[in-house]
């Protein structure tokens, strides 16, 4: 069973930059697509980003161009480098193992505010 824990969110002002790390445990890390998701209070759970076993990254509209989805295979971890955020990035990160789709980590909480 994998285990995934999300680690370097924090309280940032607009405009400014956070990278968060999941490291990921039990899983065939480097065959997985991986995928960041958020959770603000009171919404449901989107997709942020996707990177397949190959690289290949999607993002959601609205961090396009803002975010970076990475992965190092050896670490068996996956970042999301987050520039530029905004007030509407507030929410708890989690990451996920398409491998193992109902799998969540604690997850780490980032709130852009001044």
């Known amino acids: 069973q994998v285990q995934l824990v999300e680690s370097g969110g924090g309280l940032v002002q607009p405009g400014g930059s956070l990278r968060l790390s999941c490291a990921a445990s039990?899983?065939?890390?480097?065959?997985?697509?991986m995928g960041w998701y958020r959770q603000a209070p009171g919404k449901q759970r989107l997709m942020v980003a996707t990177?397949?076993?190959?690289?290949?990254?999607n993002y959601a509209d609205s961090v396009e161009g803002r975010f970076t989805i990475s992965r190092d295979n050896a670490k068996i971890t996956v970042y999301l480098q987050m520039n530029s955020l905004k007030p509407e990035d507030t929410a708890v990160y989690y990451c996920?193992?398409?491998?193992?789709?109902?799998?969540w980590g604690q997850g780490t909480q980032v709130t852009v505010s001044s």
């Open positions: 039990g899983s065939i890390f480097s065959i997985t697509t």
């Open positions: 996920r193992d398409f491998l193992y789709p109902d799998t």
């Open positions: 990177i397949s076993s190959n690289g290949a990254t």
